[in-house]
């Protein structure tokens, strides 16, 4: 079996795989690869973020340097007519997101200039650092203003599964669903599936 997966640019180690099954935590490279197949599988065309382009824009962006702004506006380049990106929100505090323990969703709507936040822990201490998410995009796109909403989530039963549940909140709004059929079960699920679409992936690239 290969070391490694490429798939679109989100790389996967095979060490990984075991990721996908309880009781494991999801890391960065896990949820990079499956927002790639989040929008393999949906008609909504949104802005997926890398885990690491959310740590640069984090951690590493200058927001007093205009053109280093200005590059990472060139490079957020939606895919579809609706500007509406997508991140997860870690509460690491160094470099590397994968560093954190806890994972959260947020879903900026540029036109719109609404943050919509997405924790299925409740009011955690992610919610801070995704207002501070928000405020640097609308800095980022150049908006006015930016209206952030802490939205009512269904809460995980367990200690690790926080990104899996992000990613199931994810798909939800991407099939235009209710985030409130997001459950132990359905999550269970979801993980299930992507781990068994990486093993395939692994297998091919044998």
Known sequence: ??????????VLERADLALFAPPHWLNDRAIHFAMKLLEDDSAVKWLLLDPAVYAFLMLQCEFEDEDEVSDLRRGLVFPGDERVLVTVVSDAAGLHVGGGSHWSLLVYDVDADLARHYDSMGRSANEQRARQCAERLRVCFERETVTFEAIDTPRQTNAYDCGAYALAVCRALMMKGD????????VEALREGFGARARAMFREAS
Do not use: H, L, Q
């Open 1 to 10: 079996m290969a070391s490694e997966i490429n798939y679109r640019d989100a």
């Open 179 to 186: 985030i409130g059929f997001v459950t132990p079960a359905t």
